[in-house]
């Protein structure tokens, strides 16, 4: 059965790199062009700058559209992203420069300047991609002039736009776009507007290779003075961590040791002796857990999204997801889920089975749902909000069947396959020390000994080593930083794994100490409430990092991030019963019980 699960989990990382191969790094299109030659000019959409959630079409608002719109087709990651790319009413030829060239003359009507107004006031920015480099600026201007009545301000539109193309050779290397600050439409009255929309086009050579004209995207994270907080924020974390879980460690092993000697004194004394603390409760500490479906379901649930994350970071740090590779990361999460369903389904029941369960069909079930279920309510009322905004996050329906075919024909079946694998592994629970008929009483504990404040204690320790960069995080999947220090985040993440399995070994002990018996979901529980503090985190940043607003982006920012936040609780969870798991039975392996 090893070698089955061995065969599939390569078959897994095969299907997937290849699956993925498309995305591997190419810098955009290879595209080499002649003298005028056309090169492609896409508009994606237009958006709040401080709403990265709600955008919508580029044509959504009144500008001059060409005569026959084209859409471009896109893959499924980037409709996910929300990219709705349409053909540009600016034509950008090959080294065909241009001067104050007139996209379209034409007269805004008072609805169109009130729409236009609104935009310019909520500061809405619009996205292109030409020759897949992405370009973009803001829409308008308010002139404030030092008042503080909205009414006496004043809103202007830009109508002349400057192209700055860099070439080299047959290839075209940047692009950059400024608007012209003086070439203004008055959009302060509600009144009918004549407007003229002009493009300026400028052509300059560059030594700069092809291959590395996405570079200035991703240095922007890597300057010198981010770099610097970056590595403050991991030698912070280390020596945090070092010095708690060496001190933890110490004491651990002094106590361990001395309950060792103790134990060891006391087989060698009267039998009569009275057993205390740990050992005392060597009878039940393997019994098994209430809900033992429901635990076995989260554990393989929980490494199913740890095994995402792995092959997310690999992707990651091959170079896969490099700035502007629209839609790559979103393809990643959803190929991936779907393929490692099968781990899922044999975590959950092997563990299931060796916990005596019988209902192995309805523990699969559980598993496939226990994530996914909340995932899919909150898609499904977060994209009726979208639909109801006609924003760019509201799916097409064909994008819809397409991931629930992925989910019927790969993520189920590969659950299913994996479920009947973990069935018939036929391993055996392996406790070292046999169970009792009877369970013992718990004896009375202190109120910081119950679930919640044991889990407060546990959550903040591992979230203190990963709260800083969490904010980089934040600021560009909520944002329009870019982030692509993959090593750093990684490095990040494994001392976040360590400080998980140590704080929940440690809190465990204590509780075996405390000859409280019931740990099996005291430990998951323990592990996974980092989530809870990255969730309290999300509220910080919202109200006091952000600037975001209104109700499609509030619900947009707390749904999703609740669903990432549950599955950080599930893996961090696994991680934490794991390494107890381990500890445990070590310790009762270590000592002769009667």
Known sequence: MKKTMGFFTITTVLIII?????????DG?????????????????????????????????????????????????????GDRLVSAPYKLDFLVEKESEVVCKKKLTKEEVIQFRNAVTKDYYFQMYYDDLPIWG???????????????????????????????????????????????????????????????????ETTTPFDKRMDKYSQSSSLPHHLEIHWFSIINSCVTVLLLTGFLATILMRVLKNDFVKYAHDEEAADDQEETGWKYIHGDVFRYPKGKSLFAAALGSGTQLFALTIFIFILALVGVFYPYNRGALFTALVVIYALTSGIAGYTATS??????????VRNLLLTGCLFCGPLFLTFCFLNTVAIAYSATAALPFGTIVVIVLIWTLVTSPLLVLGGIAGKNSKSEFQAPVRTTKYPREIPPLPWYRSTIPQMAMAGFLPFSAIYIELYYIFASVWGHRIYTIYSILFIVFIILLIVTAFITV??????????????????????????????????????????????????????YMA??????????????????LLFVRHIYRSIKCE
Request: proline share 4%.
């Open 138 to 204: 803001f829409i308008g201007k308010v002139e404030k002039d030092s008042k503080s009545d909205p009414s006496e301000f004043k809103y202007y539109l830009y109508k002349h736009i400057n192209f700055e193309i860099l070439y080299n050779k047959d290839r075209v290397i940047e692009i950059n776009v400024r608007t012209d600050p003086n070439a203004l439409v008055d959009l302060t009255e509600d009144k009918p507007v004549d407007a003229e929309f002009m493009y300026t086009v400028k052509w300059k």
């Open 563 to 580: 669903c990432i936040c549950y599955g950080f609780f599930l893996m961090l969870g696994t991680i934490g019963f794991r390494a107890s």
């Open 506 to 559: 440690a809190l465990t002990y204590f509780q075996l100490a405390a000859e409280d018996h019931e740990w099996w979901w005291r430990s998951f529980l323990c592990g996974g409430s980092t989530g809870l503090f990255i969730y309290g985190y999300c509220l910080y940043y919202y109200y006091a990092r952000s600037d975001m607003s209104g109700f499609m982006q509030t619900s947009f920012f707390f749904g």
């Open 351 to 360: 563990f299931y089975c060796q916990l005596e369960g019988t209902n192995w």
């Open 29 to 81: 299109s290879d595209h080499r062009y002649k003298a005028r030659d056309p090169v492609p000019l896409y508009a994606n959409k237009v958006g709040p700058f401080h709403n990265p959630s709600e955008t919508y079409r580029f044509f959504d608002l009144p500008f001059c559209s060409p005569s026959h719109v084209t859409e471009k087709k896109e893959a499924l990651g980037e409709v996910l992203n």
């Open 18 to 26: 290849s699956t993925l191969a498309t995305h591997v790094r190419s």
